[in-house]
């Protein structure tokens, strides 16, 4: 059983940055695709990333393509979000995804709040 958790949220102005952590244990993530997804209240849950887990290339949606970057560091069995020039837009509750090959597995999510 994989368990995923999150840390790094908070709130940050407008053009400020933050970097969200997904450190699994139960499992090592070196293999696994990684998503991160966010919803935003009243919204659905929307796809940011997804990562493949055999090249480790990454997909970013457009909304967030070149202002958020993801990177994996398998000594700490960590992968991060790093998320730059905010936006009030990015508020929203951000989740980890990791899947390989059957069941996938969530963070607990984690509040971003970008004030203007």
């Known amino acids: 059983q994989v368990q995923l958790v999150q840390s790094g949220g908070g709130l940050v102005q407008s053009g400020g940055s933050l970097r969200l952590s997904c450190t699994a244990s139960?499992?090592?993530?070196?293999?696994?695709?990684i998503g991160w997804y966010r919803q935003a209240p009243g919204k659905e849950r929307e796809g940011l990333s997804c990562?493949?887990?055999?090249?480790?290339?990454?997909y970013y949606t457009n909304s967030v393509k070149g202002r958020f970057t993801v990177s994996r560091d398998n000594a700490k069995n960590t992968v991060y979000l790093q998320m730059n020039s905010l936006k009030p837009e990015d508020t929203a509750v951000y989740y980890c995804?990791?899947?390989?090959?059957?069941?996938?597995?969530w963070g607990q999510g984690t509040q971003v709040t970008v004030s203007s």
């Open positions: 990562t493949s887990g055999t090249d480790d290339k990454t």
């Open positions: 995804n990791a899947q390989l090959l059957g069941p996938d597995y």
């Open positions: 139960g499992s090592t993530l070196d293999s696994y695709a």
